[in-house]
């Protein structure tokens, strides 16, 4: 497999829903280069990104496992373990679950991770000073 970067967006829910909005009106179009997947926090993309699963995404690309029965004996974890950390990979097409008759093969999606993020984005509003509002509210600068 040659490397795949697979570029990783944070933006708040908000944020999210804002900009699926605006795509499904056709207000915005998103942009050749732009994140394909989104986080809400580093924190979430960390949970999903944790070294066991950059461990177990390098296993999965060295090994090429037939099965996730084939995936528990290279890793010594449980299949129950294996299937929910794998189906959480799939939702962010990190790895395809891909499914032959009753049989599971993981296949990893991504080798390289690119992350993306700042506070002035597309869908971010500019950040008001309380205090300089409040001024303005009671009628100006003292």
Not at 110 to 119: C, K, N, S, W, Y
């Amino acid at each position: 497999m040659t490397d795949k970067v697979l570029k990783i967006g944070i933006i708040s829910k908000e944020e999210y829903k804002q900009r699926t909005i605006a795509i499904a009106r056709g207000e915005y179009r998103p942009q050749t280069g732009e994140p394909k997947v989104w986080f809400e926090s580093l924190r979430s993309m960390a949970q999903v990104l944790s070294s066991e699963n950059q461990e177990l995404l390098r296993i999965i690309l060295e090994q090429k496992p037939e099965s996730i029965k084939a995936l528990e004996e290279y890793t010594g974890r449980k299949s129950s373990n294996l299937s929910r950390t794998l189906k959480t990979l799939a939702r962010y097409g990190i790895v395809e679950l891909q499914k032959t008759n009753r049989v599971v093969r993981p296949i990893a999606k991504a080798t390289d991770f690119r992350v993306e993020f700042g506070l002035r984005g597309r869908f971010r509003r500019p950040l008001s000073a309380p205090a300089t509002e409040e001024k303005k509210a009671k009628g100006g600068h003292r």
